[in-house]
């Protein structure tokens, strides 16, 4: 860290020295030509620096993209050595390198003082093209400064993962499936059990992809005013990400004990948030706030399960703004 700093130091004194130089009648710094190449290396690295950090910053705009882990990886890891390659080549081949034994001088003596500022000059006299240099240097300094602040910028309004959450695949006429892609139909699904389900050509791993399927005898059901075609022949859809901390509902609970569990639910093993899916999944126990997400199913003529739509509101725990959005 202690030469990466002393680089640094370097390349600011070097091309953003500006002013009259000292008069003096010798040179401390022997003249040295001009190394356009290494100029040019220099340059280069300090542009693909700052596109390789500017492309971090694309990618964490938008979340449409694959392995995007692997992606963020790349390219901040290319900006870091794209810029490590660039004072590498400036501290070698463009910074004059100079040993002495003396003992430093006592502070506050203008001589010295004059003698370090004429060394500072003399020493950038071989670089040509200090404005570009710098130019690149503050580009490549402004785009990492970027991509290490925009992971900040999710807590929002800016880059805010709150839209994200409220968008989900389902859409009328998307088709269930297994976790092996097989169509569900609506004979398959028993009353003495539950099933997970997806829809088909989305991704899954998607807060809003994964729901649960259960089928009661349609009397029993207790929908809210307005969902009295969503569940056919009993048959109801809920998302399978718990309101309470984003878990998975993965237990159902058929009734053993009708003293202690009156009627069939749904469980959230991790908080024992527990769903009456009978009453929309409405809370009946446990640290849930709000019901579970119901999406409408349709049978197709095939006795296929299908959406009728998306979901009653928003998928997942209601975290920041979740409850002010409408499923999408």
Same mark, same amino acid.
């Given at each position: 860290?202690?030469? !990466?700093?002393?680089?640094?130091i370097a390349?600011?004194? !070097?091309?953003?020295?500006?002013?009259?130089?000292?008069e003096?009648?010798?040179?401390?710094?022997?003249?040295?030509? %001009?190394d356009r /190449? %290494?100029?040019t %290396?220099?340059i280069?690295?300090?542009?693909l620096?700052?596109?390789?950090?500017?492309?971090?910053?694309?990618?964490y705009?938008?979340?449409? #993209?694959?392995n995007?882990?692997?992606?963020?990886?790349?390219? #901040?890891g !290319?900006?870091?050595?794209?810029l490590a390659?660039?004072?590498?080549v400036?501290?070698?081949? !463009?910074?004059p390198?100079e040993?002495?034994?003396?003992?430093?001088?006592?502070?506050e003596h203008?001589?010295e003082?004059?003698e370090?500022?004429?060394l500072?000059?003399e020493?950038?006299?071989?670089?040509?093209?200090?404005?570009?240099m710098?130019?690149?240097g503050? %580009?490549?300094?402004?785009?990492?400064?970027?991509?290490?602040?925009?992971?900040?910028?999710?807590f929002?309004?800016?880059?805010?993962? /709150?839209? /994200?959450?409220?968008?989900?695949?389902?859409?009328?006429?998307?088709?269930?499936v297994?976790?092996?892609?097989?169509?569900l139909?609506a004979?398959?699904?028993?009353?003495?059990?539950?099933?997970?389900?997806?829809p088909?050509?989305?991704?899954r791993?998607?807060?809003?992809?994964?729901?649960?399927?259960?089928?009661?005898?349609?009397s029993?059901?207790r929908l809210?005013?307005g969902?009295?075609?969503?569940?056919?022949?009993?048959?109801?859809?809920?998302?399978?990400?718990?309101?309470?901390?984003?878990?998975?509902?993965?237990?159902?609970?058929?009734?053993?004990?009708?003293p202690?569990?009156?009627?069939?639910?749904?469980?959230?093993?991790?908080?024992?948030?527990?769903?009456?899916?009978?009453?929309?999944a409405?809370?009946?126990?446990?640290?849930?706030?709000?019901?579970?997400?119901?999406l409408?199913?349709?049978?197709?003529?095939?006795?296929?399960?299908?959406?009728?739509?998306n979901?009653?509101?928003?998928?997942?725990?209601?975290w920041?703004g979740v409850? /002010?959005r409408?499923a999408?």
């Amino acid at each position: 860290m202690r030469r !990466l700093k002393r680089w640094l130091i370097a390349l600011v004194a !070097l091309v953003a020295t500006s002013g009259p130089r000292p008069e003096r009648e010798e040179r401390i710094v022997p003249e040295e030509a %001009a190394d356009r /190449g %290494a100029e040019t %290396a220099v340059i280069v690295l300090l542009l693909l620096s700052a596109a390789a950090a500017a492309g971090f910053t694309v990618l964490y705009a938008f979340d449409s #993209l694959g392995n995007r882990t692997q992606l963020f990886g790349i390219t #901040l890891g !290319l900006a870091l050595a794209f810029l490590a390659a660039a004072l590498i080549v400036l501290s070698k081949r !463009l910074v004059p390198n100079e040993e002495l034994t003396e003992e430093y001088p006592a502070e506050e003596h203008p001589e010295e003082q004059g003698e370090i500022a004429q060394l500072v000059h003399e020493s950038g006299d071989a670089i040509t093209r200090k404005r570009l240099m710098l130019a690149a240097g503050g %580009a490549a300094g402004a785009a990492l400064g970027a991509a290490a602040l925009t992971p900040a910028l999710s807590f929002g309004p800016f880059l805010d993962p /709150g839209e /994200g959450l409220s968008e989900t695949p389902w859409k009328r006429g998307r088709l269930l499936v297994d976790s092996d892609g097989r169509p569900l139909r609506a004979d398959d699904i028993s009353t003495e059990t539950f099933y997970t389900a997806y829809p088909l050509g989305a991704k899954r791993d998607k807060i809003g992809s994964p729901i649960v399927i259960v089928r009661l005898d349609p009397s029993a059901l207790r929908l809210p005013p307005g969902r009295e075609g969503w569940a056919p022949e009993g048959i109801l859809a809920y998302s399978k990400i718990c309101t309470h901390a984003g878990c998975a509902v993965s237990l159902y609970r058929k009734p053993k004990f009708p003293p202690v569990e009156p009627s069939r639910a749904l469980v959230c093993p991790c908080h024992y948030s527990t769903f009456d899916p009978a009453a929309g999944a409405e809370v009946i126990y446990g640290p849930a706030g709000r019901p579970l997400p119901q999406l409408p199913l349709l049978i197709d003529d095939e006795r296929r399960l299908r959406a009728a739509g998306n979901f009653s509101g928003p998928v997942g725990p209601a975290w920041g703004g979740v409850r /002010g959005r409408d499923a999408t």
